[in-house]
């Protein structure tokens, strides 16, 4: 399918699900300010050196304040010094981004994981509507792509790697899968794992204080007013010996 009858379609879907939770007449109260909570974990938890780097299955959940009814635009995920990110030798996925939503196996052996999505669509009705992605991480070319699949919008997100930070901008059509018609992010968690011979996307070189500890940031969009702040951070801590 093109990218043009993709958000077509994507379009008339969410168009019709805002008319029927009611666009018209929504008040926009005044929102709390945002704010994020993050958790994680590694396993195995006991980790590598920096001549023996291990592989790791990260698992990372963030959750943002459902009340605050925000927009993203970014997500940025860093690393500590202790855990590495890295597509370096291992199955690049070359695939287009219809391709891959059309059908993520067209990249099966750069699959890196899984994990699942939630927002709301025209957050400020009475009743939004609740839509729940599925989420499939593949591996590209210095990114991790996460494909988001639901009945009503389907994007790739470019997570770029670069040194400690891993950042996910947020698409346009997910940011606003209607004309005037906003999704509100609610949460995200997705788990990251993939090796091929000594390579590894994730990796520990240490250990510090008994924990990793990784940060999360979330930018937002005005939809259609500024939020009470631009963006929100939080801290979580993987466990680790």
Do not use: W
């Amino acid at each position: 399918m093109s990218e043009e009858n993709l958000l077509r379609k994507t379009f008339v879907a969410a168009g019709t699900v805002a008319l029927a939770f009611g666009v018209a007449g929504v008040a926009y109260a005044q929102t709390p300010a945002p704010s994020i909570q993050a958790t994680a974990s590694v396993s195995p938890s006991k980790a590598g050196t920096k001549s023996k780097p291990k592989s790791e299955k990260l698992k990372l959940s963030v959750t943002n304040n459902r009340d605050s009814k925000t927009t993203a635009a970014k997500i940025t995920i860093t690393m500590p010094s202790t855990l590495k990110a890295s597509t370096s030798g291992l199955d690049i996925c070359k695939a287009s981004d219809d391709e891959l939503i059309a059908n993520t196996n067209v990249c099966k052996k750069s699959i890196a994981g899984k994990g699942s999505a939630h927002a709301l669509v025209n957050p400020f009705a009475a009743t939004p509507a609740e839509v729940a992605f599925k989420v499939v991480p593949v591996v590209g070319n210095k990114q991790i792509l996460f494909v988001l699949t639901s009945p009503i919008a389907q994007a790739v997100l470019h997570g770029k790697i670069s040194g400690s930070k891993l950042t996910i901008p947020i698409t346009p059509e997910l940011q606003q899968p209607a004309p005037g018609t906003f999704s509100a992010l609610l949460d995200l968690s997705t788990d990251l794992s993939k090796k091929k011979g000594s390579k590894a996307l994730i990796s520990s070189v240490g250990c510090k204080s008994k924990k990793h500890t990784i940060g999360v940031s979330i930018g937002y969009v005005p939809n259609p007013t500024p939020p009470a702040q631009s963006s929100a951070s939080s801290k979580a801590d993987a466990k680790c010996s």
